[in-house]
């Protein structure tokens, strides 16, 4: 049997199953892509034919893929069902306030515990002082994973036993993030229909600041192989539009937000950096 098993190899995934490996846990892994499994095997993990089979293998399963919509599909089945019973499941996929709460009333019922969880940090910060998560849950439940949580390294940040807690926080969280997205977009945009360097743009912005390597990434047209593509920011964008649909809050931000990433989609640009944002933007 397992100490760890992680359902999910994008690049947080892979980055939070190889850390537990570094930390010498035995660790199962699956994939829905089962190629992205064969540097796992190499490095001696074991590869799970089935999620069912995932799941069966340790007494903890970490998930990490696009959303827990997506999570749900490949858990809500009868085979999945039979093996939870008593086990863990860590979601950190990206969800909103009702996703997490219905995952976890499922997985309740078929008598797992549930935390539902968020990173608050780059892939490439997974084990080092500078990675972050939340979780939030049954106090029992997350004291009992906190070793292995520790694992990861930096700072986990427990939100108490409202299930609700670590989607909501982490959507909130981000909605600065999108804001410097589109305010740094559209200052690129505006030098550039005045004629202005956007070396000059970029000076004006603190050394080693987000928004400075932004205004750099248009300037240099630097768009492929992100680390966290527009995809995937855009997958956490309708989530905050959902939320506030949801809570019946205004959602005039998202919405604007929201629809800018959807074109940016429709313009075939999922695959690349988020400040390829200006490209649509650029469009009359």
Not at 251 to 277: C, R, S, W
Request: proline letters at 3%.
């Amino acid at each position: 049997m397992g100490d760890v098993s992680v359902l999910g190899l994008g690049n947080m995934g892979a980055a939070l199953a190889r850390t537990f490996g570094s930390a010498g846990k035995d660790v199962v892994v699956w994939n829905r892509s089962r190629e992205r499994t064969e540097p796992f095997f190499q490095s001696g993990m074991t590869i799970a034919d089935d999620v069912a089979t995932a799941v069966a293998a340790s007494p903890v399963s970490v998930i990490c893929v696009d959303s827990n919509a997506v999570a749900d599909q490949f858990l809500q089945t009868d085979a999945v069902a039979k093996v939870l019973k008593d086990r863990i499941v860590i979601q950190f996929s990206t969800s909103t306030p009702n996703e997490a709460e219905a995952s976890a009333t499922w997985l309740h019922a078929q008598g797992a515990h549930y935390l539902d969880g968020a990173i608050h940090c780059g892939p490439g910060h997974i084990g080092t002082d500078d990675a972050a998560f939340l979780v939030s849950g049954n106090q029992a439940s997350y004291d009992s994973v906190t070793p292995l949580l520790n694992d990861l390294g930096g700072t986990v940040t427990y939100l108490g036993s409202g299930m609700r807690a670590a989607s909501a926080l982490d959507l909130a969280s981000v909605c600065e993030v999108y804001g410097r997205f589109v305010a740094v977009s559209h200052a690129a945009l505006m030098c550039e229909s005045e004629g202005v360097s956007l070396d000059d743009l970029a000076a004006l912005m603190p050394q080693g600041g987000f928004s400075r390597r932004y205004v750099e990434t248009i300037r240099d047209g630097a768009f492929d192989n992100p680390a966290a593509t527009l995809r995937i920011w855009n997958a956490a964008i309708q989530r905050v539009r959902t939320q506030g649909h949801d809570a019946g809050i205004n959602t005039k931000f998202p919405d604007y937000v929201g629809d800018l990433f959807a074109d940016a989609i429709d313009a075939g640009l999922a695959d690349e950096h988020v400040m390829a944002l200006i490209k649509v933007l650029r469009k009359p």
